[in-house]
């Protein structure tokens, strides 16, 4: 049971966070991205087994951003009339203005934590794999970006020992920002030299093993769209429904 959406279909899982995206940018109230945003938590609870430790971690920012779309249109918001509800000085908050802040910072919260559900609960590499296989997606395209993907941790290393034999070296670390600022090109030069052959290897061993970009008949893994897929994708629609349907009530 907490492992339903980290076996969702890829493919469907990432259509059902897109199409919820997309019809949450068009609800104004703040009613709809909070009850989304409560929603996708709900979710998560029940059907994953993902880290709260590292999903407040990465979701830290966003609520810092929710809040500062909510200090700067309360402050600086377009004059929308309506009953004033508190004013200091200069700065009047109007009801249209307060529902307007409001919802503004609720659907970066939404919209981040639909995106933090998908990210946490998502294999990248059979993310991929659906995509040619469910979207047709140029081999070429999607193997260049698995290929990207399994680099990231090889140049994090990289990145590491480089320092590490500056370090062993004598090498000094200024106190002045932009002097450090200016001394990272002497890492960056030799990681992108080594990305470069990395690269070159890779795309040799791919051309060695007959890798021609054509599209492929057969896939050491097959990804179906299952029951449960569909099942899932409906519970996202029906979610997504009934948080919009909140526009329409009069409160």
């Known amino acids: 049971m907490r492992q339903i959406l980290h076996n969702m279909n890829p493919s469907m899982k990432f ?12 609800f104004f109230n703040p009613w709809t991205p909070l009850l989304f945003f409560l929603s996708v938590i709900a979710l998560q609870l029940l059907f994953s087994r993902i880290n709260w430790k590292l999903w407040l971690l990465f979701m830290l920012p966003f609520f810092f951003g929710a809040f500062g779309y909510l200090w700067t249109t309360l402050v600086f918001g377009a004059d929308t009339g309506g009953p004033i509800l508190w004013s200091y000085g200069p700065i009047e908050i109007t ?21 933090l559900l998908f990210a946490l609960t ?15 997606l ?9 290929v990207s993907y399994q680099f990231l941790p090889v140049l994090k290393a990289e990145l590491e ?11 000094e670390i200024d106190k002045h920002w932009w002097n450090r600022l200016l001394a990272m090109r002497r890492l960056f030069i030799p990681l992108l ?6 690269a070159e290897r890779a795309a040799f061993a791919m051309e ?6 054509e599209p492929r008949t057969a896939f050491y893994e097959q990804l179906t769209i299952t029951r449960m897929d569909y099942v899932l994708t409906a519970l996202f629609g029906i979610v997504l429904a009934l948080c919009c349907s909140i526009e329409f009530l009069d409160f």
Request: avoid cysteine; charged fraction near 15%; glycine fraction near 4%.
């Open 122 to 136: 998502t294999d990248p590499v059979r993310f991929i794999q659906s995509l040619m296989q469910q979207w047709k």
């Open 15 to 26: 259509l059902a966070v897109t199409v919820s995206m997309l019809v949450l940018a068009f």
């Open 193 to 198: 030299a080594g990305a470069v052959r990395k």
């Open 95 to 115: 009801e249209q203005n307060w529902a307007h802040a409001w919802s503004l910072s609720l659907r970066v919260l939404a919209f981040s934590s639909l995106s």
């Open 208 to 213: 060695a093993r007959g890798f021609t970009g």
């Open 138 to 146: 140029s081999p070429k395209l999607a193997y260049s970006l698995m």
């Open 161 to 171: 020992q480089i320092q590490q034999a500056h370090r062993l070296r004598g090498a």
